[in-house]
Structures are given as structure tokens and as C-alpha cells.
């Protein structure tokens, strides 16, 4: 057997648990032997039984001097009843229901049980949670440390270590350590092989710690690595130098009927010193809703076209690339640049001349006069990542690509990305990726390593700030009557909702779309309602989104579908149900569909829960504002998961809290950066690091 020998081929794996690891993503021998444990019992401390106490959690081990089972018929209950005995005692152990052991259970063993002493009526006996014999000694667990496995149902903890413990004993010499000597003693890292076994069957909590910390430092090293190395591959590549246009620059800011932010103005500054390199600029720009990352996108634009290169300008849906491409004309109209749009599978696209002039052509017709360079900027959709024709060759091209703007970068994945940069051009453009995702410190040093960060932390003036409210069940009468209010106002309203339906896969009591949909005309006869979620056609979604913006109806019932981008000037309400469902990066994402324009805009989180935990969770959108500090508290108690699809890394539970480290992770950074260099003299350190490269997809 090797690492990529297939679960089927585990001889002593029963056939039936074959489809259960599959749940479990566990499709080879290597997936197994790394599939570990999310959680330790602490079973080591062995009692005497005459030290037992009454309802304190407790392991004995004795020998099983009588056996007897009852049957009750008034209550329909089996009880057996163990006699136990230890030198210091003896125990009734007393199993409900579960008659079938006296099969298992002979006297003269010995049995090592966890439990608890009980007192009922005037009965003492001892209530065990697990049981294990303890003659079988490769296969005992309890008097020591028990890892605990995540499960799916049919596919137990305890039959996971069984299966576990023999393939570790045989694969645990054959396994080679990947970090080097020096980095290991300068962390006091516990070797591999030592740690490999140790985090399946440690001898103490404190070597399942240490085992968890070298496994955990060992991912964020080979993650800076990948990224390091990535980074560094960008620098080798040759892009075109667009050189700094700070005339034009100057002349839109002067066109402009409002002040960038110093934070704007910064963020402009370290874009266009990237673009006046000959090395392709690969730089992320994060900002919350409505701080301006577009205009600052339009001025690289911009000083892009001065240089006689095109841009193009990816947005992750068809309504943001329409409202995209309406922004840069807005912006860029008094600069003679033509635009084009590029969406969906219409027959008609649309060209701006930006002479107040809208001119509708083919979409064969636009992909000439791209890739004659008559289109400046081509603004659009996934549309735009390359397509090959019936001769393999890209179905969009340019003339001259110098620039790349992707919108919410995370929507699309690194060979998408890779595919749009690379096939339209002998030089690599320079990418900008935008995001209003506010992105917490640990992870921009992680997992977007090889990215330049750019952050826009200031607001625009005059802006007002969204009131941000927790809404309890008590309190859904007087946040109706708010609305209505509002909407009285001739204003609009967003309701997001968890599920779509009520049948969905859990049957808890979670607000949906269509029962709120019908329970909201109720509510607001007088106004008109409509509903959007994911099951709905792409067509049918922008149509439900035109009419919104057109004041057609007055609330939108939704699902998460309205999180990023989209702009509707007179929402001046969100009331955003199961709020407790939600990241607070999403909340605040949420929060920024109303508050876009000078009116003052309210924001409900509305919760059935009576958690502390959760109102406290909640209470803190009602506190801050910024999304960089939301994203940092949202770290902490929710972990990273709901990040940019950081879970597509497919990394464990606890490598994903490792990654709110921020202290290991300038560690691993450090060593990570000192080994790079001259990696070549680590042939097994290499290797590991390209089999991580091949492993993490971003698709």
C-alpha cells in the first residue's frame, strides 16, 4: 500500500464504512492516516474505585466478578447489572437497554470504563459513557489520552481509532520529515515522526499539544512558502512599465464634483508606483462599501490608456458590470476613452463613446474593434475569461493588454485569473484585484501572501453612518412599524433571509423567502413586494434588480444573493432576519446595500436566539462601523472559514484556528523566508512544497 491507495483497497476497512469515509473526504490511505482528531478526552487518570464521588466524571478499572440482567415490562427496559471489583472496592455498573453486552461481557475480564457515580433512590451505582476490555491492550483507549474523531453517521470515533492505530504503528517509519533540522530546532518542534503518532495516540494532553503545534506551524510554513514563492514568480516576469501620467491624474481629480479621501489619494499613489514597474503588479485593494475603490480603479485605468495600453474590468455578476461600466463613464467622460461591455449571452452589446453616447453593436463586432485596440476599456463578466474557438485559439483579444481590474477577487479563482492575464498578451498585464470583504490581518499575511495590499481606511465626507440596531422577538412589532414609516417616506426596504424555503435540509425555525415573502404583503398591503434567491434564472435576477432600482416596488425579499455590489440609492432600509446565522464580514456586507446615498439608512438584525454569546456577537455591528474591525472580532469568535473561500484550501479544523495566530505565523513567515532561497538544499522540503502547491486549488 502507498498514500494513494484507494479506501476500497484497506483490506480490513468493512465494505459498508467504504461510502461512509467518502462523507468524511477520506478517498485514500493518505486522507486517513492525516485525518486527525479535532478534539481530545483526558482519560489517563485511572481512580481507585473507593475514590469515586457522586455525579463527578471519573475512569475505573476492575474486574467483572457477577453479571445479571433484568427486564422491566411496566417500563420496557432491559437493565444490566456488572459487579465490579478493584483492590480498593467493588461497583455496580449499570447499562440500560443495552442487553445484547452480556453476550460480549464474560466474567474474570477486565473492563476499563468512563462515567459517573450515581445516587437514585437508595441505589449507588456507576453509569458508564464508553467501555473497553482491558486484555486488548493494542486497542485500548481509556486509562490514557482518547482522540476524538469527527464523525458522520455509521461511521464512529471509536471504530475510526480502531482502524487508525495499526496503519499508524505500520506507516509511521515510512513517513520522511519534510522541515528542515534547523527549523525545527529553532521552534522546538517535535519531530515528524514522533508527532505523527502522537496527534492520533498521545501519552498525554501535553503531547497532543506539542504534536498539534508542529503540524500547525508546518502548514502556515509550507502556506508562506506558496506564497512567497509566488510572489517572487510574479517579480521574474516581465510587464510593460506604464510610466506615472500625474497630469491626468491631476486633471480627473480636478473633474471630479467631490475630494478624495488621503486615503484615496495613498492608495492611487501605491497603485501607480506598481504600474511604473517592469514586473507585473499583483495587488489586492480592500475597502468597505461606498469608500471608493472604483474611482481609484478609474484613475489606474486611466493613466493605463495615457500609456496606449486596454484594460479590462471583470466584475462577478451581470448587474455589477453594468453599474460598473455606468461609474466609469461617469468618471472618465471628459477623457475621450472608449468603453465597451461584455455580458452574459445577449446577441447586442454596448460600446460607450463617452460623448454622452450609447452606440449598440454585435458582439462579433466588439471583439473586432478590441482586438484592433479601438476599445480602451472592455468592462464585463466571466464572459471575459478566455474562451477558445473551434481552432483553439482565445475568443477575446487585445491589441495591447496592459491592465487587469478584477471586482470582489475572490469570486474567481487563481486559473481564471492566470487564463485572463496570461493568453491575451506576450507581457503579463498588471492585476488589481478590489474587494469591499474587509480581509482580517493573519489571513492578508496567509493566504493572500502573494498580494500587495492596498487599503482604503477612511470614508468619504458626508457620509452617513447606517444605525445599526439588534431586533429581539419582542421588538418586531415596533421595527414594522419603523418601515413603514420609512417607506411612507417614498424610500425602499431590503429583508434577507437565511433559506429560501421551508423544506430545506434543516428543520429549524429559520425565516425563509417565500413564507416571509407572503407574510410581508400581509404586513404592507398598500406596497408592492417582490422576492430574488439563487434558484432564480440569471435574466429573471437582473430584471427583479432593474425594477428595484426603478422604484417598481418598495421591498426586496432576499437571500444572500444582494451581498456584494449592488446599488439602490433609495434603500434606506435592511432588515436582515436569523441575523445570528450569519459572519458579522457578512452582516457588514449586507449593511452596505442601503446607506448609498446622503439619506439616513437603518440596519435590523433581527435573532430568535437568547444566546449571550450570539446578542454579543450582534451588539458589536451595533458598536463599530468599520469592517476591518468587524472582520477581526468575527476571526475570533467564528474562526476563518467564512473568509474569501478559505475553506476551498482544504485545510483541518485546527489548522483554520491557526490562522487567527498571528505570532505563529510571523514565525513560520520568518523561517519561511530565510529557507526559500536556497530550498533546492532540502530536496524533501521541495517536494513537499510542490505537492502543497498541486493540493491547493482555488477553482
Not at 474474570?108 to 450515581?118: D, F, N, P, S, V
Request: net charge positive; hydrophobic share 35%; with cysteine.
Amino acid at each position: 500500500m502507498n498514500f494513494q491507495t484507494p479506501i476500497e483497497n484497506i483490506k480490513f476497512i468493512r465494505e459498508k464504512q467504504i461510502a461512509n469515509f467518502k462523507k468524511l473526504k477520506i478517498r485514500t490511505l493518505g486522507d486517513l492516516l492525516f485525518y486527525f482528531p479535532e478534539q481530545y478526552e483526558d482519560f489517563s487518570d485511572v481512580k481507585e474505585i473507593k475514590e469515586l464521588r457522586i455525579n463527578e466524571s471519573a475512569v475505573i478499572k476492575g474486574k467483572v466478578i457477577d453479571i445479571n440482567e433484568e427486564k422491566s415490562l411496566k417500563k420496557r427496559m432491559s437493565v444490566l447489572t456488572i459487579l465490579l471489583s478493584d483492590s480498593s472496592a467493588s461497583v455496580e455498573v449499570v447499562f440500560f437497554n443495552q442487553g445484547f453486552l452480556k453476550q460480549s461481557i464474560k466474567k474474570g475480564e477486565e473492563l476499563i470504563l468512563a462515567g459517573k457515580l450515581r445516587f437514585k433512590g437508595r441505589s449507588l451505582y456507576f453509569s458508564p459513557t464508553i467501555f473497553e476490555k482491558a486484555d486488548k491492550s493494542e486497542l485500548t483507549h481509556l486509562g490514557q489520552v482518547m482522540p476524538v474523531y469527527r464523525e458522520t453517521r455509521g461511521l464512529t470515533s471509536r471504530y475510526m481509532r480502531f482502524v487508525l492505530k495499526p496503519l499508524i504503528q505500520r506507516f509511521k517509519d515510512k513517513l520522511p520529515e519534510t522541515l528542515p533540522k534547523e527549523v525545527i530546532r529553532e521552534h522546538d518542534l517535535m519531530p515528524f515522526k514522533e508527532a505523527f503518532y502522537e496527534i492520533h495516540f498521545p501519552q498525554t494532553m501535553e503531547h497532543a499539544k506539542k504534536a498539534r503545534q508542529r503540524f500547525v506551524f508546518e502548514q502556515l510554513f509550507f502556506i508562506s512558502l506558496f506564497s512567497l514563492k509566488k510572489k517572487l514568480e510574479i517579480k521574474n516576469e516581465k510587464a510593460q512599465q506604464l510610466e506615472i501620467k500625474n497630469d491626468i491624474i491631476k486633471r480627473l481629480k480636478n473633474s471630479l464634483p467631490y475630494d478624495l479621501t488621503s486615503a484615496q489619494d495613498r492608495v492611487i499613489k501605491e497603485i501607480l508606483n506598481d504600474l511604473n514597474i517592469p514586473h507585473p503588479m499583483n495587488r489586492l485593494l480592500q475597502g468597505d462599501v461606498g469608500s471608493g475603490k472604483t474611482v481609484v480603479a478609474s484613475a489606474a485605468t486611466l493613466n493605463s490608456i495615457r500609456n496606449k495600453t486596454q484594460v479590462v474590468f471583470m466584475a462577478p455578476t451581470e448587474i455589477l458590470a453594468k453599474q460598473h461600466f455606468k461609474t466609469v463613464f461617469d468618471v472618465l467622460n471628459r477623457f475621450n476613452v472608449n468603453v465597451g461591455l461584455l455580458t452574459g449571452k445577449e446577441d447586442k452589446y454596448y460600446s460607450y463613446k463617452l460623448k454622452n453616447d450609447t452606440i449598440e453593436i454585435s458582439r462579433q463586432k466588439l471583439l473586432e474593434k478590441c482586438k484592433k485596440g479601438e476599445i480602451d476599456v472592455l468592462i464585463g463578466t466571466q464572459a471575459l475569461i478566455v474562451k477558445k474557438d473551434k481552432n483553439n485559439k482565445p475568443k477575446v483579444l487585445f491589441k495591447n493588454l496592459g491592465l487587469v481590474i478584477i471586482d470582489e477577487q475572490h469570486r474567481f479563482g487563481v486559473k481564471q485569473r492566470k487564463e485572463l492575464c496570461l493568453e491575451n498578451n506576450d507581457k503579463i498585464p498588471h492585476l488589481l484585484s478590489m474587494t469591499a470583504t474587509p480581509i482580517p490581518r493573519s489571513l492578508a499575511l496567509t493566504i493572500w501572501g502573494d498580494l500587495d495590499l492596498s487599503i482604503i481606511d477612511k470614508m468619504p465626507k458626508g457620509r452617513k453612518q447606517v444605525k445599526t440596531s439588534t431586533i429581539l422577538p419582542i421588538e418586531r412589532q415596533r421595527t414594522y412599524d419603523f418601515i413603514l414609516k420609512e417607506l411612507k417616506k417614498n424610500n425602499q426596504c431590503f429583508v434577507v433571509c437565511p433559506r429560501i424555503e421551508e423544506n430545506e435540509a434543516s428543520r429549524l425555525e429559520v425565516k425563509n423567502v417565500k413564507d416571509e415573502y407572503e407574510n410581508l404583503k400581509e404586513i404592507f398591503p398598500e406596497f408592492e413586494i417582490e422576492m430574488l434567491h439563487g434558484k432564480m434564472k440569471p435574466k429573471e435576477k437582473e430584471e427583479i434588480m432593474k425594477r428595484f432600482r426603478k422604484k417598481k416596488f418598495q421591498i426586496l425579499v432576499s437571500t444572500s444573493v444582494i451581498e456584494v455590489g449592488i446599488d439602490i440609492p433609495d434603500a434606506t432600509v435592511i432588515l436582515i432576519e436569523g441575523a445570528d446565522r450569519f459572519g458579522l464580514a457578512q452582516l457588514h456586507q449586507f449593511r452596505g446595500r442601503v446607506g448609498r446615498s446622503q439619506k439616513q439608512s437603518y440596519c435590523f438584525l433581527a435573532t430568535e436566539s437568547n444566546s449571550k454569546k450570539t446578542i454579543q456577537r450582534l451588539r458589536a455591528m451595533e458598536k463599530y462601523a468599520s469592517g476591518f474591525k468587524l472582520s477581526e472580532i468575527d476571526l475570533k469568535l467564528r474562526g476563518p472559514g467564512d473568509f474569501l473561500g478559505v475553506k476551498q484550501w482544504g485545510f483541518s479544523d485546527y489548522i483554520m484556528e491557526a490562522l487567527k495566530d498571528i505570532k505563529m505565523i510571523k514565525k513560520a513567515q520568518k523561517s519561511a523566508k530565510r529557507i526559500l532561497p536556497k530550498i533546492k538544499d532540502y530536496p524533501l522540503t521541495l517536494k513537499r512544497l510542490e505537492s502543497f502547491e498541486k493540493k491547493v486549488h482555488i477553482e
